[in-house]
């Protein structure tokens, strides 16, 4: 018995936007890809602007021109990509139908909807004979109404109670259905909502008998696409309506429980591979005392950066970083104080440096770092802030210290052995000037 992962089956090409853009960009958005709703981007957290959303909106005449930020939109749940399917049992009673699949960073990877886990599922592993009259119960979501009613009124009554299709009857008959999908047309088109919800209803409705199998069920919903299907009796009269979310349900509940305690085991021996291999990675990427990539590791990083600098056309720099003095400081007061020194540096290094750029001890008291987005000039702007922020620190035992600087800019003819000789002559010139300053080495 195999589940998917949750990357395996999200849906890549998803419409979204963030979230300090405007309300009416966001609809543009929407009615331009033809789509329900749109993943509102908040930082790491993931919203969602739905249909119901804007008659909300409409009713309550909100501005268009203001922010997305303005409005309390329903965050959507995430997952790790890498997740197995059955994670997904927990979210199936959320209002939101959809899961964001995320990468291991926070980013949006792909979206789930319950059509996506729906597909993924294999009837024959349901029971034939469990028959859809067996659970069949009105899903909270769905109304009934005559084909009569006005559909400006239904459009109020869909945005206050959040329903996502209305089933349109007649001598309880089903005649027509009325989506989010049909609401946005109604909008974009600007039709006339004093008319009868007859006039813009989807017909026919494809129905199916209420002592189908769940594997019926199923069969019917990826062949059709549907989200839900519409369940007579004998006579052709409504019986209900069953939603993804209640087949999903039950058809997961039946494969959890069979595969519970073997799920729980994998589960946990995974975990603890992975704990592990994140351990023993670490350690050799890691320099032990600073915690700084080692040379092994930065080797790495560089040529990743160097690919990513050809291809996308912009510059890149090197700043070698060695403490003054330091063999004095060992000699004087000692490794342990040494070490002590080096690490104040390292963390002083971290802490004015941006995520993107890379730091590595290079070997003893030197450093290098990987600025992957900067020329030269600014290169050599923040090589001189790094050596004030040296300058100004006091180190118990020791005191004021200070440290050498060599720049270079990163050409395309260079690998890392080049690039690091360049900026060491330039880090020999800083030494030669008296220490403490910064130099760049241009050719």
């Known amino acids: ?38 993943v509102i981007i908040d930082d790491n957290v993931y919203r969602i602007l739905r249909v119901s959303d804007i008659l909300n909106i409409k009713a309550k005449k ?40 995320t990468n291991d960073d926070g980013s949006l990877y792909g979206l789930i909807s319950h059509t996506d886990i729906i597909s993924s599922i294999d009837p024959d592993t349901l029971m034939d004979n469990f028959c859809l009259l067996d659970f069949l119960k009105l899903s909270r979501r769905t109304k009934w109404i005559g ?28 005649i027509g259905i009325f989506t989010t999908k049909d609401v946005l ?11 009868p919800i007859s006039r813009y209803m989807s017909t026919p409705v494809e129905t199916i008998s209420k ?38 349900a039950t058809t997961y509940s039946r494969w959890a429980v069979l595969t519970k305690e073997y799920q729980h085991e994998l589960s946990e021996i995974n975990t603890a591979l992975v704990k592990k291999n994140i351990k023993y990675k670490e350690i050799a990427s890691r320099d032990p005392l600073t915690k700084l990539y080692n ?6 990083l560089y040529k990743s950066s160097f690919e990513a600098m050809i291809e996308g056309e912009h510059k890149m720099s090197l700043i070698m970083v060695d403490i003054d003095n330091f063999k004095k400081i060992n000699d004087t007061y000692g490794h342990n104080v040494g070490d002590d020194v080096i690490v104040h540096i390292s963390q002083t290094l971290i802490k004015n440096l941006r995520n993107i750029d890379i730091v590595c001890r290079w070997g003893g008291e030197e450093f290098v770092i990987l600025l992957t987005s900067a020329g030269i000039n600014n290169a050599t702007i923040l090589a001189e802030k790094l050596r004030k922020y040296i300058e100004e620190l006091e180190i118990n035992g020791v005191g004021k210290i200070s440290a050498s600087f060599g720049v270079c800019q990163i050409n395309e003819e260079d690998d890392l052995k080049s690039a690091v000789n360049r900026a060491d002559e330039a880090l020999y010139l800083a030494k030669k000037s008296g220490k403490n300053c910064v130099k760049q080495q241009i050719e």
Request: hydrophobic share 40%.
């Open 147 to 174: 084909k009569d009613v006005k559909t400006t009124d239904l459009l109020y009554e869909m945005a206050k109670n959040s329903f996502e299709s209305v089933i349109v009857i007649d001598d309880f008959t089903p």
């Open 62 to 101: 909100i501005d268009l021109n203001s922010s997305l930020k303005n409005l309390e939109l329903l965050e959507i749940p995430t997952l790790n990509r890498d997740k197995n399917i059955l994670h997904t049992l927990e979210y199936l009673s959320c209002e939101v139908e959809y899961i964001c699949a």
């Open 211 to 248: 002592n189908c199998s769940v594997k019926e069920a199923l069969d019917f919903l990826k062949q059709k696409h549907y989200k839900r299907v519409v369940v007579v009796d004998d006579d052709g009269k409504m019986s209900g309506v069953i939603s993804q979310k209640e087949l999903i």
């Open 295 to 300: 040379r092994y590791k930065f080797t790495e």
């Open 1 to 38: 018995m195999i589940f998917p992962v949750i990357g395996s089956i999200a849906t890549t090409s998803v419409v979204s936007i963030e979230i300090n853009n405007t309300i009416s960009s966001a609809i543009k958005k929407m009615f331009e890809h033809e789509h329900r709703n749109i």
């Open 185 to 195: 047309k109604v909008i974009e088109k600007n039709e006339d909502l004093n008319l």
